[in-house]
């Protein structure tokens, strides 16, 4: 499917294989010093018998030349657009997705090429009109922010490099990725080495203790696409990376509010028909989906096999301090940063963990689970909303979090029922997997995120609130 593809559709072919007689363990190595000594297992295709070690085929495959992995890093445009005119903010976001495929295409050339410094000017050149054509829809409309001017320009960046340009500890220690697009041996941390650190605010008197769930199944009809509705409405593949969808199915880029209200859901109740969607995780096991020659898949550099989750909990809570608000219909929400990596860690999210051990969370590393013991990515959506919109042009300030010591909500803001998603996975002991990405974000844990519409049943959306409210357990 090529990107003049109107949409891509879920895959109805998706290849199930059994694990077991086709991974086999290949390497073991130091990962994050100081940390601890924790195995280190490549997983790579049995049927591979060109006569050199599996590990050797292995790394090569994923390293490239085995030189340290660098990537493009570009001033993030969206984030600088806290107010856009309604009116402007179609076109918008088109240029926007237009800067994500730049990007996107940029990294392939620099990936392939010797000079990596050769990518940066004809890349800046190229963003300068998209970024100009920006600032004159917001200009037709009202006032564009005077930063825009400067965000053009890109530099690069090596893999263990923080957003300060210093090198950073834990990286680069002999690790396995995509094509070496990423992971690294460094991006995984042994579970049992890591210490207690979950905090939450304690109830006050007049809290909303109650819990709403409801069960939409783990996408085990395989619903898929890279689009993003919320971010990049009416571009195909503006994601460039795979999502799982549950509830809704009618979602894709093109989906206006009419088609959600009125498309089926995998809800058990059907008064939810809301949107809930998450980059894929997949396998690293040398086995190819059959999205391998696709936008959102291999053209995008995700590869692998997607694995589908064991478990996925879509619980509803309250707040801490006093009672909640029904959500708004056609509430967008996003937690996490899909470019957390080069964007610095402001608006990252991301929660991995094992069955077992949720007291311990991790940002920005992917966890080895022990053996009976499975990965957990938890999203703790945003609980306060603004009390007037249900989208904002950045798609954040509409929403805010509570604070994490008080469990307030910020001045001006009201608290909702705060979504919880929590998906488990069985897989392989040991750094085997990875979740899908903006090719250029180098399948860092830190980009995971979570993307959310409301499309409760208004009735229904009344009673989960009265649920938490009243203190009680509903579904």
Known sequence: MGRTSRRTSQRTSRKRSKLAGRAIAASAALVLGGVGLVAVNVYANADETDGRPPDVRTQERNRGDGQQASTISCPDVGNQLPDVPPDARAEVDRELAALDSQITDAYAKFAAADDKDSVLGPLAEQRRPTIENIGAAIDREGRPPENLDGMAACTLRTEGQGQDGQEQSGQDQGGQGQAGNGPEAGDFVDITSVR?????????????????????????????NPDNVIVAPGVSNGAHHMHDYVGNQATDAFSGDDDLANGDTSCRNQGDKSTYYWP????????????????????????????TPDQVTLKFTGSPVGKVTAMPRFL??????????????????????????????????????????????????QSCWDGRNTDSANHRTHVAFADPRSGRCPGGFRAIPRLVQRIVYDVPPGPGFAVDSFPEQLHKPVTDHGDFINVFDQRLMQRVAKCINDGRRCA
């Open 332 to 381: 967008r929400i996003i937690t996490g940063d899909a470019k957390a990596f080069t964007n610095g860690n402001a608006n990252a999210n991301a929660s991995w963990s094992c069955t077992g051990f949720e007291n311990r969370q991790l940002k920005d590393k992917y966890p080895i689970c022990p053996d009976g013991s499975k990965v957990v990515r938890t999203f703790n959506f």
């Open 280 to 307: 894929v995780l997949r396998l690293q096991n040398g086995n190819d989906e059959d999205d391998a020659d696709a936008d959102g898949g291999g053209r995008d550099k995700n590869v692998g096999e997607i694995r």
């Open 196 to 224: 207690p650190n979950v905090r939450a605010p304690r109830d006050q008197r007049g809290a909303s203790r109650g819990t709403f769930t409801t069960k939409c199944g783990t996408n085990e009809n395989g619903k898929f």
